[in-house]
């Protein structure tokens, strides 16, 4: 339900992802906020199998949001970054997509707000607890 409120509307909504899905988008915001990755980082990041994930660093690659760069460190390793365009699109992703959800929860009130908010962080704190303990 969560992801519905603030991502699949946002989805079906917005002009700007209308060539690209929420995996690219996902991918996208990855490499913004992690900087350079391999595919396999990126992957594992958006819980996608390597082998499904090939496809969506191509189209990317291919719209000109991403490249394939050769890793200063290892040379047999390839680095996604992302292009000008790349860094561009995320940027405004950004934007558009932290205005929908401002405009999601003014439809409550500021006390309804504060309890959602809490609830949120509450599952996710207790999540990553139950995750660490695996």
Request: net charge neutral.
């Given at each position: 339900?969560?992801t519905e409120i603030f ?19 996902k991918t996208l915001m ?22 499904s994930f090939t496809p ?79």
């Amino acid at each position: 339900m969560i992801t519905e409120i603030f991502f699949n509307d946002f989805q079906t909504a917005s002009d700007l992802l209308k060539d690209l899905n929420s995996t690219h988008t996902k991918t996208l915001m990855a490499l913004k906020y992690e900087g350079s990755s391999t595919m396999s980082s990126i992957s594992r990041k958006i819980e996608l199998e390597k082998g499904s994930f090939t496809p969506v660093a191509n189209k990317l690659i291919k719209l000109g949001y991403i490249e394939k760069v050769q890793s200063t460190e290892d040379k047999r390793k390839s680095l996604l970054q992302l292009t000008e365009s790349g860094h561009n699109f995320a940027e405004r992703f950004h934007e558009e997509h932290t205005k929908y959800i401002y405009n999601q929860l003014s439809k409550l009130s500021e006390a309804e707000r504060g309890a959602y908010l809490a609830a949120i962080n509450l599952v996710q704190c207790l999540s990553r607890k139950i995750l660490e303990e695996k």
